[in-house]
């Protein structure tokens, strides 16, 4: 299996990270997963466009409890972040879950960045 190089650029990663929840490639999504925890061990937070990203690949690839739980401890989240969570419980069949979901976001107190 090929694995990225630490030494690869953040956007790279990012790309490849869209690559892998594209192909539904999960294994490899999630070696990109543990290259960004480790290197955000040693520097700043890990920001909203990382998970997004990382929410959008488990949700495509059908794995909507990791993407529920990196949602749930998001301190901010964008609209992107609301559509790749229902998204993935929409193509999950999970309809319900994506009509609570889409309450909340449009509820006053969960408003989202921009």
Request: glycine share 4%; net charge neutral; proline share 4%.
């Amino acid at each position: 299996m090929y694995l990225p190089s630490p030494l690869y650029s953040l956007e790279h990663l990012l790309e490849l990270l869209k690559l892998s929840a594209d192909s539904k490639w999960l294994l490899f999504g999630k070696t990109i997963h543990a290259q960004l925890v480790t290197r955000n061990q040693t520097s700043k937070p890990i920001d909203i466009t990382q998970v997004n990203s990382l929410i959008n690949l488990y949700a495509k690839c059908g794995q909507i409890s990791p993407a529920r739980n990196l949602f749930d401890a998001m301190p901010v989240r964008n609209v992107v972040s609301w559509n790749a969570l229902m998204t993935g419980y929409l193509h999950g069949g999970e309809h319900l879950e994506a009509l609570l979901l889409f309450k909340n976001l449009v509820s006053s107190e969960n408003a989202c960045s921009q």
